[in-house]
């Protein structure tokens, strides 16, 4: 027997979404007319960054060196890369020969890309 879908079977869709517009409507209209108004005053003092409540010392924008960051992405890739190794290691006898395989391609890939920037020079520092 195949089932037909008609216009009522939406029905509950219907409902369901109108409960959640309706209930983000009215929270939106009640918090409005109920939460308090607040002044916009500004001054210097309010307008200063806040770090932590140390004291503002200088411009913080100071020549920084791109290696610091390379080698953060570099090591937050790399890290992600090897995190696929655990659940392979954990199944790696239903895997069998077809999964050691790939994962004998992914390693590839790793070691491709470790050897790339490597060569590259992306680890050295000067």
Not at 104 to 119: D, P, R, S, T, V
Request: with cysteine; glycine share 8%.
């Amino acid at each position: 027997m195949i089932n037909v879908i008609t216009p009522f079977d939406y029905f509950p869709i219907l409902i369901q979404s109108m409960v959640a517009f309706g209930f983000v409507a009215i929270t939106m209209t009640l918090t409005h007319f109920i939460g308090g108004k607040r002044k916009k005053i500004h001054s210097i003092r309010k307008e200063e960054n806040f770090e932590c409540g140390i004291e503002i010392k200088g411009n913080a924008r100071f020549p920084f060196s791109i290696q610091y960051f390379l080698i953060a992405i570099l090591f937050v890739l790399f890290d992600v890369e090897i995190i696929f190794f655990y659940p392979w290691a954990i199944n790696f006898k239903e895997f069998g020969w077809n999964g050691f395989l790939e994962m004998l391609l992914f390693l590839g890939f790793l070691l491709f890309g470790f050897f790339y920037i490597i060569k590259k020079k992306a680890l050295d520092w000067d």
